[in-house]
């Protein structure tokens, strides 16, 4: 069909976080081969998140890096 265009919607990983979860034992689990500091930035960012605290029950979007 000519003149359609399509976009790609970012499809994320989504974790709730449990008793003892913090942002670095997240990213040992879902950062493999990148930078933790980074990878914990774009969590905050892509979460709207004040700060790096997280509480059990919270539903996070992960990066798809």
Do not use: K, M, Y
């Not at 069909?1 to 990983?13: E, H, K, N, R």
Request: proline share 5%.
């Amino acid at each position: 069909v000519t003149g359609v265009q399509t976009c790609a919607l970012p499809i994320f990983q989504h974790v709730t976080v449990q008793s003892g979860d913090t942002l670095w034992r997240l990213a040992e689990t879902h950062a493999a081969g990148q930078d933790a500091r980074d990878w914990i930035a774009s969590v905050v960012t892509l979460n709207g998140l004040t700060s790096v605290d997280i509480q059990p029950g919270q539903e996070l979007a992960l990066p798809n890096n």
